[in-house]
């Protein structure tokens, strides 16, 4: 596609609920990233893929939060038994490579939980 | 990991004032992007910097990175109202955890008419 595309662009769920983040990188971009950005703030590192490799999932804030990536291609970025406080605008970004490349960032996912 | 730290936090100036926020980090670094985000917006690239010294101009925007590479900074020349969003430096990581691309806190500019 012609950027990164994220969806839902925006979802509402009940406390304890599952929820499913979705995210398709540009076509040929190795390097994958999820982000957190509560209102207002900065953007918190979640986790990064980059082709084949082991991803880094330094970021991740509780076992509640996991990520995959399929065929090196499209991501997802799963919250189970969501809290008041995952509420924030996740954001996912590509990059061609791992170097020095601009990252290019989707139009996030405005997760609300009630 | 390594961290960057970005200052001010926020920035009120009126329309036709300069602006400036800085990031520094305890480390060296080998480049260090700026990123600009709209209100309700995602993070936009405006720049890399790499080479020790470096000094980028686009218009009224100038980016500079330290001589020693650990500090940069990127000063707005009479700001106008489309200058209005929240400027982001983010830098990569090294060793083990190559490729991680961590942002500073952001300044959230505002800009007064």
């Known amino acids: 596609g012609a950027g990164v595309s994220q969806s839902p662009s925006n979802k509402v769920t009940e406390k304890g609920k599952d929820v499913e983040l979705r995210c398709d990188p540009i076509?040929?971009?190795?390097?994958l990233y999820w982000y957190r950005q509560s209102l207002g703030q900065g953007l918190e590192f979640l986790i990064y893929f980059q082709g084949n490799s082991a991803p880094d999932k330094s970021g991740l804030p509780s076992d509640r939060f996991s990520a995959e990536r399929t065929g090196g291609s499209v991501s997802t970025l799963t919250i189970q038994r969501t809290q008041q406080e995952d509420s924030a605008v996740y954001l996912c970004a590509s990059r061609r490579t791992q170097g020095n490349t601009e990252a290019f960032f989707g139009q996030g996912t405005r997760l609300t939980v009630v | 990991g390594q961290q960057v730290m970005q200052i001010p936090q926020y920035q009120h100036v009126q329309e036709g004032e300069d602006f400036t926020t800085y990031c520094n980090s305890s480390t060296t670094l080998s480049n260090i992007q700026w990123y600009k985000q709209r209100p309700g917006g995602h993070p936009v690239f405006l720049i890399q910097?790499?080479?020790?010294?470096e000094v980028k101009k686009q218009k009224r925007l100038t980016f500079q990175f330290g001589e020693a590479k650990k500090n940069s900074s990127l000063h707005i020349t009479a700001t106008q109202t489309t200058d209005v969003g929240t400027y982001f430096c983010a830098i990569g990581a090294g060793g083990t955890s190559y490729g991680k691309l961590t942002f500073g806190q952001g300044t959230i500019l505002t800009v007064h008419p």
């Open positions: 910097l790499v080479k020790s010294g």
């Open positions: 076509s040929g971009h190795t390097a």
